[in-house]
């Protein structure tokens, strides 16, 4: 007789998550446009310059040579929606990073002292709910705005060197620009989206930490930052890992709310969210600038959400009978 | 019940003067000034309007001077608007987004309740599974994306209701908006109200209640609701707290003259009183929804009412 092969937490979970339609078509929708999003812009030749201007072909119908038409300046919408969802999707990653990542220290440091400091930590977090987040987080995007220039300069003088000819400098610029000016919108959103994630961790951590494994790590004589961060905390990553997969969604439509406002993302660079208000502002004479980048927009935020309500279903036992 | 309700004034208190603390460290980082404009001001009159303002005065000096001046209810002139008084542009701009504010509310707890409740008594239909969809859909589009398809659809297509701007004596230019802006919370209320009811009817009393022969609708409103309705409530206060700061981007998509245009071109144009008085005002609001939806809870909820 052999012995029976027992079967991890993963295993089981991703059996569950097989059997979700709506969350595989999630995650496979997901897979092509972040593929998309990211690969095209490498391959020479697939996409046309997305700030390019032709006003001869300007609000043409989607065909052959522009996929999906010309907006108002004669600009390929194909290639401005992939290139909008490239910092689209990674504002939402790095956002989402920086914010579980401060939820999930604040949250196990709580959980796990208790006491005094676990009081006053959430004592903080309970005022921080309470501010009004799209407000406050629009004040502070814009404060933050000023810095992106010295960042910009400091980080392309730390990447090229300093005594880098002006062409390399250009060169580096080039791509490090885009990405140092969505700073403030990484810190402004992810400085105040990480209140759930804290309130989650520490809940688990809580009920983690009074179980017997974690009396026998103590009893070894392993530091506290070992006994959280080695034993307890990946005891939660379940939970995590669902929440985190349901805030990227809600990071990607902020930052598009911003951006839509005219106060997140700058042109040259854009998003999805200026797409869209970029097609809003034409619709009525040309919708496809409208159409194209909601869809995909809205199709990101879909598969996202089903896919984190069918891993919540798979990673936790008791919701999916 | 009224020592738990009186700890959570004092800490609504705190919040507030957080958020005054915030706002004026961040108002004051903000990059350019409010007399930095394209037309170069001469700087004696420069000199002047800043000492008028006080705003040559240190930090901590500013600091409390304009938190006496907000407790003293003065909200100070507006720079952008040339003197007007804030609390007048507030007393003009702000019935808009209440209006628009409650309407949105108003239509999210009525679509969005009662779809859930029928989507947990007819689990797994068609019904259920149509509801959610719709649900999710209300979660993923976003309002300024929805904002523009129904502005051209009945408005412009069809001619039911005005697609842009807003007319006070005129209800129907508040539907679209108003609709647009409560969706997203409807489809969520409605989602966690089919999570709680589902909860609450898999519970021994309800077996019991079948029993005994109870009608499937009694056993819904009469036994269910009160439990089932925990979650959603619960989550009353940040939908209005959402809905209030949400109403920014609507009145961008229709042009509709609230507050949430004022604060944005505020911001803009670096107007700090402009941006303090819809922010204070703000933070109040969300400091009262959480408060009555607390007291909604404990109604709702009699085992919270042994613990406090």
Redesign the interface.
Known sequence: MTPEKGTSLWTDAWLRLRHNRAAIAGLVILAVIVLACVLLPFLPGVLQDPNAQNLADKNLPPGATHWFGTDQLGRDIFSRAIFGGRISILVGLITTFVSVTIGIVWGAVAGYVGGRTDALLMRIVDILYALPFLVIVILLSVTLQPWTAKLTEWTVQAIAGTDASQAAIGGVRTWVEPITTLVPLFIAIGALSWLTVSRIVRAQVQSVASMDFVEAARSLGLGHGRILFRHILPNTLGPIIVYTTLTIPSIMLFEATLSFLGLGVKPPNSSWGVLIQEGANTMFSNPWPLLFPSVLFSLTLFSLNFLGDGLRDALDPKSAK | MFKNLLSRLV??L??LL??YT??FF??K???GGPFQSERAMPKHIRAKMETYYGLNESLPVQYGRQLRNYLKGDLGLSFRLEGRPVSEVIAQAFPVSLQLGTLAMFLAVVIGIPAGCLAAAKRNSLIDTGAMAVA??G????A??I??ILA?CFG?GLHWFPALGWDAGWPSSWLLPAFTLGLAYAAYLSRLTRAGMLETLSQDFVRTARAKGVSPWNIIVRHCLRGGLIPAVAYLGPAF??I???S??IE??FQIPGLGRH??KA??SRDAPM?FG??LL??IL??LA?LVTDVLGVWLNPRLRKSS
């Open positions: 800490q609504g705190l919040v957080v958020l915030l706002t961040l108002v980082a903000l990059p999710m859909t979660v993923c589009l976003p300024f994306v904002g523009p051209e412009r707290a959402g209030i700061s949400g920014v981007v961008a998509v604060f944005v911001i803009e941006i819809p922010v703000y933070g969300v400091i959480n």
